[in-house]
Each structure stands twice: as C-alpha cells, then as structure tokens.
C-alpha cells in the first residue's frame, strides 16, 4: 500500500488549498482514512477522518473551515483547508487505519502513512 499526498504550499491568512493523497494497493471505498498534521517538536495529530460510507470527524479547530472527501473511482481522498490560520501550518500526512473498529486518534491505529506535504500559511 501507497499514499501520495500532494497540494501543500505557501500561502496567505484566510486562502484556501487542497491537499490530495493518491492511494495505490487498497481502495479508499472500503477503507477508513484519516488527515493528521504535524509541527517539530509536537506530536502528531488528528485534523479529520472519513469513513467506509463517508461518514466524517474533524477536530475542534478545523471544523467549519476544514472537509475531508473522497473519490472513489480516482482512489484518492482530499482535504478541502479554507480560511487558512497561521496556526493551521504543519506538515500534513494521510493515513489509512488497520481496522475499522481502531481509535480514529491513536497514530497506532493506522498501518500506512504517506510521505506529508508541507503548508505554510504566513503573510
């Protein structure tokens, strides 16, 4: 199993950018995937999920701004990040669980990471 994740960038306070994470080896249609981020020096973390029927989470500080998507035919699921924060920069990483009946938070719940894509947002 693969995960390319692609999108991130530089950008300024209130834009808005989508990340892309292109999985090979699994079908994202009967998988749950998930968006964490991560700054140096702090752990990673959960940012929104999706289920196998396309149900979603997001943590407190996304929701509203954040929607995590999923096309099945193109294998790849998206995260559409309006009104970008400053706080909202981190390396951004997919990830697909082992389980469906895993924690959504725990990182040791997910058996596959992609690679991150920087996002910056900065004025």
């Known amino acids: 199993v693969q995960l390319q994740a692609s999108g991130g960038g530089l950008v300024q306070p209130g834009d808005s950018l989508r990340l892309s994470c292109a999985t090979s080896?699994?079908?994202?249609?009967?998988?749950?995937m998930a968006w964490f981020r991560q700054v140096p020096g702090r752990s990673r973390e959960l940012v929104a999920g999706?289920?196998?029927?396309?149900?979603?989470l997001y943590t407190d500080s996304v929701r509203g701004r954040f929607a995590i998507s999923k096309n099945n035919a193109e294998n790849t699921i998206y995260l559409q990040m309006n009104n970008l924060k400053p706080e909202d920069t981190a390396l951004y990483y997919c990830?697909?669980?082992?389980?469906?009946?895993?924690?959504?938070?725990?990182?040791?719940?997910?058996?596959?990471w992609g690679q991150g894509t920087l996002v910056t947002v900065s004025s």
């Open positions: 990830g697909v669980k082992a389980r469906t009946t895993t924690n959504w938070w725990r990182l040791s719940s997910y058996s596959y």
């Open positions: 080896g699994q079908s994202v249609s009967v998988s749950e």
């Open positions: 999706i289920s196998r029927d396309g149900n979603t």
